[in-house]
């Protein structure tokens, strides 16, 4: 029983910011890791940034210098905060739990529903 809730998107012109926040919540006991994923129209899914429980980050090379990603392991919340925002950055953002173990479980996967982040020229 996890649930990873997601919120803060929205319309924002360019040049302007956005964050993000992902919370997983249920009986866990660790994540590995977590990130953000994001797909527009017509286009792959892909990784936008993700971070380790030891703090190690990734960035896809759009993005690097203008995003980043932050986590409170204590409260299982992952942040994407997005600044100098383009009209290409418009898209679904997923949050992504990798490796959740949860009591009586083997780890696993966990997928938030998305949050539409549009951003107008």
């Known amino acids: 029983q996890v649930q990873l809730v997601e919120s803060g998107g929205g319309l924002v012109q360019a040049g302007g910011s956005l964050r993000l926040s992902c919370a997983a919540s249920g009986s866990i006991f660790s994540i590995n890791a977590m990130g953000w994923y994001r797909q527009a129209p017509g286009k792959q899914r892909g990784l936008v940034a993700a971070?380790?429980?030891?703090?190690?980050?990734n960035y896809a090379d759009s993005v690097k210098g203008r995003f980043t990603i932050s986590r409170d392991n204590a409260k299982n919340t992952v942040y994407l905060q997005m600044n100098s925002l383009k009209p290409e950055d418009t898209a679904v953002y997923y949050c992504?739990?990798?490796?959740?173990?949860?009591?009586?479980?083997?780890?696993?996967?966990?997928w938030g529903q998305g949050t539409q982040v549009t951003v107008s020229s």
């Open positions: 971070i380790t429980s030891g703090g190690s980050t």
């Open positions: 992504n739990a990798d490796r959740v173990l949860v009591r009586g479980t083997y780890p696993r996967d966990y």
